[in-house]
């Protein structure tokens, strides 16, 4: 959200649903640095957090997440649609400690290194949780109804009436330049550059919500925002975006000072189990809405 650049040749039709705000980011060492894809319909890895176990849970750019997996399957592209769901070969990052692969990364992603203030991202405070605003089918009923018009021109005018009425004003918070809003519920509608109505999930808020820290909810979305603004910048194309998103030198370089806020306002062994609470069954956005419009 607050994006000062924004190419449209590129597809985040599906990314779209967790801010535009793509993550590379990790609770372990250097070593285990992830990266994400914001290419629509490409089975790939979106985000994903070490866990204190050793596991990963992974967030996958179609929506769905996998819990509980190891560096060998992830290296073995056995996350997001690898091989054992069909024969898709994950083109996301590895896992490991093979340096050659992080300089190959390195040496043709388009990542821009200068140091970015991701405090100048816009965030606003979640909104007050609505316990039971939603049932579990309302929320189901919104995914079907993103599913099945996702690619519509007028889905963001359309998507609230999926719901009741109690279900939508919690869900969906329209924040206009003519009408802005004080808080930000699960799914934000707001105006871009050009004006067009765009929507984005509040994942910051939910895991504000989850950590009881505003503070932690906003350096989390402004991390994912730094993240993805650092490849917004100099890259022409998607497979150039989606070569960006694997470089972790985003870590180290543009998005330094973002990722160590995370780790301080949230706790680099708690930010995992953070996410863990807000993560969707099959959608992103549904696990947002479970914690801001039905869990009690």
């Not at 605003?133 to 599913?147: F, L, N, Q, R």
């Not at 109505?197 to 989850?210: A, H, K, L």
């Not at 820290?213 to 022409?236: N, P, V």
């Not at 069954?281 to 009690?296: A, D, L, M, R, W």
Request: glycine share 8%; with cysteine.
């Amino acid at each position: 959200m607050g994006h000062a650049v924004r190419m449209k040749s590129i597809v985040l039709t599906v990314s779209s649903i967790v801010a535009l705000s793509g993550l590379i980011a990790c609770t372990s060492s250097s070593k285990d640095t992830v990266g994400s894809s914001e290419q629509h319909a490409t089975v790939d890895v979106d985000h994903m957090f070490k866990r204190p176990d050793g596991k990963f849970d992974v967030w996958c750019t179609d929506g769905t997440t996998q819990s509980g997996l190891t560096a060998e399957e992830i290296n073995s592209n056995l996350a997001c649609g690898g091989p054992h769901t069909g024969g898709k070969t994950d083109a996301g990052p590895v896992v490991g400690d093979d340096d050659d692969d992080d300089a190959s990364t390195a040496a043709t992603s388009c990542l821009n290194t200068n140091p970015i203030d991701a405090t100048a991202f816009e965030y606003k405070k979640a909104s007050p949780k609505s316990p039971h605003a939603c049932t579990t089918k309302e929320v189901s009923d919104i995914g079907a109804y993103y599913k099945a018009h996702a690619a519509d021109n007028d889905l963001v005018t359309t998507w609230p009436s999926s719901v009741s009425p109690a279900c939508a004003q919690c869900v969906f918070t329209p924040d206009q330049t003519a009408a802005p809003a004080t808080t930000w519920g699960p799914i934000v509608l707001a105006d871009d550059e050009s004006g067009a109505t765009q929507f984005d999930v509040n994942r910051g808020g939910c895991i504000e919500q989850v950590s009881g820290s505003e503070a932690c909810g906003r350096s989390y979305q402004q991390f994912q925002d730094c993240t993805l603004q650092a490849c917004l910048i100099d890259c022409k194309t998607q497979a150039e975006f989606t070569t960006c998103r694997a470089d972790a030198r985003v870590l180290t370089t543009s998005c330094k000072d973002a990722f160590d806020n995370v780790k301080r306002d949230c706790g680099e062994t708690k930010i995992g189990g953070f996410e863990t609470a807000c993560k969707g069954t099959t959608y992103t956005f549904e696990g947002p809405i479970k914690v801001g419009c039905v869990n009690p």
